[in-house]
């Protein structure tokens, strides 16, 4: 019972990346824009408005359902789905409920055995974003809550999953499948704050289910549910029974808690919204032409540029990273694919999370010009990294931008050659230091001939090629016997 099966099902919220809002004319590029300044009668739900619906969120739901192969329904419908909230002064959200746009579908990941995997939706509507509250002061003194009505009617699409995932990481890897689908797509911007939301559900097969409210980043939604799993397991561990409710997850503290269950039990008393005719738009779909999509360019990239899969993979799936990838091989650059693959999904993209930056802060060209460096041999893979780092300072720092050459020079990050004699008098130096590890190398003891080089390499910053640097040793070990 212990280990019993991990059971996820997740309720994506996206944000849709249109100019206007769901029903009404005002601008979605709300956000670094003062509190209510996005706002007019419609979208703040006063009286007598009526909501107009906009055409391109309803065709930027349908390519998202036919990239996910969802069937369209003939005749979805809008409904009032009721509840009191400061967030929605309307005291009703327009959504879809018994009538969604498109039913079924998948999304296929790579799942925990290494298999491809697919995963079952459930369905996909259309609804509008409520307002936001800021909750301000604290808990002991001038606690108190602001509306900004910015976010309300910003156009949503919610994406339900059946309960096919089978681990917190598979449900990783089917968010980031949807975001780089979204995103190939053209209609969703995951670096947007607050573009995607989720709800999780979870269980412990044979045990009651919990519903995990609001997670509001990636990498919250994997947490979140490990915590729940390690909470679940502990509970049955000790014989007491997981309770079906609904929970928080703190970003902050990495714990989910329990909602107050009665405040959980709407009964949102949904009935068709009266101001909006039923929606007929399945005949759309043949006309839809979907652009490349993840799992297409993947295999591209594993074809054109002989990337290994795991690289591929890497690389398209941000579609900022692959199209990075392709503006650094492209024209006479071509012969570096095999070093940008490497560079860009091993260490570029690491050194980008440290700093939280995003690739496009990245020109292609000055990368490009540091992996001709790494090509040539004039730099080692130590002294690329730092080039890299300097780089991505810069940029970062908004400084003046050096070109990689620059920075190699003011460094003096060039390789040294074999036969450079500040090297050679290095490796003396320490030869002549290290007389204990001289002795262990003569008799025979391996490791003490790469303690001696890790000493020039310190010496030396890096810069030697490890393997000249090695030869050099040994010559000179023999030269001294
Ligand atoms: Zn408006």
Known sequence: MIDAEVIVGLEVHCQLDTKSKLFCGCSTDYRDSGP?????????????????????????????????????????????????YPDLDKAFQITQYDKPLASGGHVEIEGDDCRERKIRLTRIHVEEDPGRLVHMGNAERGRYSLVDYN?????LIEIVSEPDLRSPKEARKFLNKLRATLEYLG??????????????NISLKGSERVEIKNISSYKGVEKALTFEVTRQRNLIRRGLPVERETRHYLE??????????????????????????????????????????PDARRERFVAQYSCSLNHARTLTGELRMANFFEGVVTGERKDLCGL??????????????YRDMGIDAVDPHRFGSLLRLLKSGTITDKSGVEVLRVMLDEQMKGEKIETPEDIVGRLNLAKTAGDDSALMKSVA????????????????KNGALNF????????????????????????ALKGSE
């Open 452 to 475: 001696l080089v890790g000493q020039v390499m310190k010496k030396t910053r890096g810069r030697a090629d490890p393997g000249e640097l090695n030869r050099m040793v040994v010559s």
């Open 151 to 155: 976010r309300a009617g910003i156009p």
């Open 429 to 444: 130096e320490v030869l002549r230091d290290n007389q204990k590890a001289v002795e262990d190398y003569r008799a025979g």
């Open 36 to 84: 209510n300044t996005h706002v007019c009668p419609i979208c703040l739900g006063l009286p007598g408005t009526m909501p107009a619906l906009n055409r391109k969120a309803i065709e930027y739901a349908m390519k998202v359902a036919k990239a996910l192969n969802c069937s369209v329904i003939e005749e979805s419908e809008f409904a009032r789905k009721n509840y009191f």
């Open 340 to 353: 940008a693959a490497t560079w860009i999904a091993d260490t570029l993209a690491g050194e980008l999370n």
């Open 187 to 200: 209609v969703f911007d995951s670096e947007k704050e607050g573009s995607l939301r989720v709800d999780a």
């Open 252 to 293: 902050a503290r990495g714990i989910t808690q329990s909602a107050r269950s009665k405040e959980m039990e709407n009964d949102y008393r949904y009935f068709p919204e009266p101001d909006l005719r039923p929606l007929r738009v399945q005949s759309w779909v043949s006309g839809i032409v979907l652009p490349e999509l």
